[in-house]
């Protein structure tokens, strides 16, 4: 017997309405229509969910249907992969963030790390993005009081230290710009290119700290 019939005669053995079921599992009745319709398939949390209403095992509910163990298979290789990657990416923005920070810390630094320090940059700002569509669980973040007052502490604290950082650094203006024959123009241009760069250094400093910190007890997790 297939899953979906499975369910249906479940529901049915216990005298439900799928709108009874629904309100149960807090889904719609649409979403119990698929799936007693294999038109989808429920998450594994609900899965779980539906085992307790039905009191049926989770054994007895998934034997015999391959196409929903083949659904279930896809989806734990796909969090694996994403877990891999996250791991990765969390570890290359660790190293990154302490490249820029020991690099800002170093006043004389040679030209030819100068040039270079931008693609450090690039690969920072394409990692972080990588990094946070992998994150695996952001209800971390705010799942009790002193972990939404630690996160509200770290963007304030980190974001004000990145802000006195840079915002005490004075701006140069290269040669060319200022003495452009629209100089006024061009160096009104340069210094709003600046404060938007200022602006994007301290989302991003941020946002990298907090995943390092939020982020190191999923690293940490082994399951």
């Known amino acids: 017997m297939q899953f979906s019939d499975k369910l249906k005669l479940a529901r049915q053995q216990h005298q439900y309405t799928q709108t009874q079921v629904a309100e149960q599992l807090h889904v719609s009745s649409k979403t119990i229509s698929s799936w007693e319709n294999a038109r989808s398939f429920p998450d594994i949390g609900t899965l779980v969910r539906i085992s307790d209403l039905y009191d049926i095992s989770l054994d007895r509910l998934l034997r015999e249907d391959q196409t929903m163990m083949d659904h279930y298979e896809a989806i734990d290789k796909h969090a694996l992969r994403d877990k891999r990657i996250f791991q990765v990416t969390y570890f290359v923005n660790l190293v990154l963030l302490l490249v820029i920070v020991i690099f800002k810390m170093v006043n004389n630094t040679p030209p030819v790390l100068n040039r270079y320090f931008g693609w450090v940059g690039l690969v920072f700002f394409i990692n972080l993005i990588v990094l946070a569509t992998h994150y695996p669980n952001y209800r971390l973040w705010i799942r009790s009081w002193p972990r939404r007052i630690l996160l509200i502490t770290l963007i304030i604290g980190i974001a004000t230290i990145i802000s006195l950082t840079f915002l005490n650094q004075p701006t140069t203006i290269p ?49």
């Open 175 to 223: 040669t060319d710009v200022s003495s452009s024959a629209y100089s006024a123009q061009a160096v009104q241009g340069y210094l709003a290119g600046a404060k938007i760069g200022i602006a994007m250094r301290i989302i991003l400093g941020t946002l990298s700290t907090i995943f390092i910190v939020f982020g190191s007890e999923d690293i940490l997790d082994k399951n």
